[in-house]
């Protein structure tokens, strides 16, 4: 693993909310604006822009948690900037902090972790145990 950034390093992702964000439960429309669910996989994309550029070839990002404070709707149309800070690398995990807005609008803050591990120690990890 490379240890490339510091505490106040930021990266940016944007997206357009689509009507695939919405927040749709069983089929059924609940809310037509962007759901949390998916303000939780753009909020952990964010911090994963770090890992990309810090991981080594036999290495992998992998969360370890994730909070949301959503306040404001996004709509569909809307571009969401998201803009993860790095806050700390504690051994193999690193803590992002994520704000998210439309223009001037907060929508949602939060944090992330994610530990970088070895490849094999993922598989050995996600290899479901054998009956």
């Known amino acids: 693993m490379k240890l490339i950034f510091k505490r106040g390093d930021s990266k940016l992702f944007k997206k357009l909310v689509t009507v695939a964000d919405q927040a749709v439960f ?22 994963r822009l770090f890992f990309i550029e810090m991981k080594d070839e036999d290495e992998e990002g992998v969360g ?16 969401i900037i998201f803009t993860a800070t790095f806050e700390k690398m504690d051994r193999n995990e690193l803590t992002c902090l994520i704000e998210a807005k439309v223009g001037d609008r907060l929508i949602a803050t939060g944090a992330t972790g994610q530990k970088m ?8 990890v996600f290899t479901k145990p054998a009956k």
């Open 26 to 47: 069983h089929g059924e429309i609940l809310h037509a604006v962007c759901s949390t669910f998916s303000l939780a996989r753009d909020f952990e994309w964010s911090s």
């Open 64 to 79: 370890t948690f994730l909070t949301i404070n959503h306040d404001s709707p996004a709509f569909v149309g809307e571009e």
């Open 117 to 124: 591990l070895k490849k094999d120690k993922l598989k050995q």
